[in-house]
């Protein structure tokens, strides 16, 4: 893996075009970035619960980095929005690391799984087949490079590692994190992302559920949903009742029955707690807006302030309010 990094290193990388969003004004950002972590220092080992093979691979951090961001953002993403999601993903694994948090991990020998359960990865294995071997170098170059740029580079509250929740794509706001968790936590704060809407292929997404489906997944009687949109209460068996910071659903009260915007979302498979319906043919049509759970940085709303000409530093300090930056070397010395 570490040749196939190396030759990737060496090949031209992908340009995507900025966008022509005026940009927002952001509050005062962190000091600096810490330079990376010097070549050849001491660096964790991570183990990773292969899911599709049942199997653990041990591998440096830097190294499972590249994995998470080959599996996490489109390599097509503009450079400083790669670096900030490498930051990210790497706060996220220092953390469990500092913690020595296995939560959620099916074999013991493992710190994290595959799977967006903790953060996507793609193995060194599949690395090698699917993007070297099929003409992807420039792409795993790109996102090596991210890495490198940022090596042992963590976000911090506090003088320890954050956690650095993110998501694909957002309704134009993120959620404080305890419209989502129940825990309130100083730097999750809601914050404006008018970008994602401009250039998010995922902004807006319809479904339609039959009409019986949707009563099942939420429990409803047969009367609680019209059968048609001129039957009576057809407008309103649907009814808001409060939003969140982030300008989602927080409560909504359904044919009589109250819901928070996440059971709702959860429920019914649903991209985003943000959402506007109405009944057509017999089905309950639902259109939503953003996608994920909204807190932390959104991956498009980095994408284009990346665009504008925004650095990795900035987007972070605008997505994770009040944090610093320091170094694996720093936080994990005490685990040496």
Not at 150 to 155: I, L, R, Y
Not at 280 to 285: H, L
């Amino acid at each position: 893996m570490a040749v196939l990094l190396a030759l990737a290193l060496a090949l031209p990388l992908l340009v995507v075009d900025p966008g022509n969003h005026k940009q927002a004004p952001l509050p005062p950002g962190p000091a600096p970035l810490p330079s990376a972590e010097p070549s050849g220092a001491d660096e964790p080992v991570v183990s990773v619960y292969l899911s599709a093979t049942d199997t653990v691979e041990e591998l440096p951090l830097e190294t499972y980095l590249v994995g998470v961001l080959a599996a996490e953002m489109p390599a097509e993403f503009q450079l400083e929005a790669l670096k900030a999601q490498a930051i990210a993903a790497r706060t996220y694994i220092v953390q469990r690391l500092a913690s020595g948090d296995r939560s959620g991990v099916p074999d013991e020998r493992a710190l994290v799984t595959d799977t967006v359960s903790h953060q996507a990865y793609i193995s060194s294995e599949r690395l090698t087949k699917e993007w070297a071997g099929a003409g992807k170098e420039a792409e795993l170059a790109k996102l090596a490079r991210a890495v490198k740029e940022t090596e042992g580079v963590v976000m911090t509250y506090e003088g320890k590692p954050i956690t650095a929740s993110f998501f694909s794509t957002s309704n134009g706001y993120t959620e404080n994190s305890e419209d989502y968790w129940k825990n309130e936590i100083p730097y999750l704060r809601s914050v404006a992302s008018p970008w994602d809407r401009e250039i998010s292929p995922k902004y807006e997404d319809t479904v339609t559920i039959p009409r019986s489906e949707f009563l099942s997944k939420l429990g409803l009687s047969e009367g609680a949903v019209p059968v048609a949109a001129g039957g009576e209460g057809a407008s309103s068996f649907i009814k808001i009742l409060s939003y969140t910071q982030g300008k989602r659903i927080e409560n909504v009260r359904i044919g009589g029955k109250t819901f928070t915007g996440r059971e709702v979302r959860e429920r019914l498979g649903l991209r985003s707690s943000q959402f506007s319906w109405k009944v057509e043919d017999g089905n309950v049509v639902i259109t939503t807006y953003g996608y994920g759970h909204g807190v932390g940085m959104s991956q498009y709303g980095a994408e284009g302030m990346a665009r504008e000409g925004r650095t990795a530093e900035e987007i972070l300090a605008h997505y994770y309010t009040g944090i610093s930056f320091d170094k694996t070397s720093n936080l994990l010395s005490s685990k040496k």
